[in-house]
Nanobody, 121 residues
Framework: VQLQASGGGLVQAGGSLRLSCTASGRYSMGWFRRAPGKEREFVAAINWSGGSTDYADSMKGRFTISRDNAKNTVYLQMNSLKPEDTAVYYC???????????????????WGPGTQVTVSS
């Protein structure tokens, strides 16, 4: 399974970005991020059908995960961005929704190379 994230860039605080991740296969998908000097952090996850989602508490209300299986693409819509959202964002795929939704990286089988998001103040 090859994953490729895109859509990162530089945005001012309060702005929005939409990340995309293309992935083939029937997988639950998640987004993670790693800020400089910090541990990898779970952002959001979505099951294969798109009917179930889960978010880290700090992302609820600002970030929305969705998918279009016809396009083999998962999205992360990020609104009201803050400088502390600056990080490399990764998409990942896992086989079990029950495990994927836990947010633990060990439950994801495949990872993409990441895309940089920088939020200026």
């Amino acid at each position: 399974v090859q994953l490729q994230a895109s859509g990162g860039g530089l945005v001012q605080a309060g702005g929005s970005l939409r990340l995309s991740c293309t992935a083939s296969g029937r997988y639950s998908m998640g987004w993670f991020r790693r800020a400089p000097g910090k541990e990898r952090e779970f952002v959001a996850a979505i099951n294969w059908s798109g009917g179930s989602t889960d978010y880290a508490d700090s992302m609820k209300g600002r970030f929305t995960i969705s998918r279009d299986n016809a396009k083999n693409t998962v999205y992360l819509q990020m609104n009201s961005l803050k400088p502390e959202d600056t990080a490399v964002y990764y998409c990942a795929a896992g086989s079990s929704w029950a495990e994927v939704r836990s947010g633990s990286p060990i439950n994801y089988n495949y990872w993409g190379p990441g895309t940089q998001v920088t939020v200026s103040s």
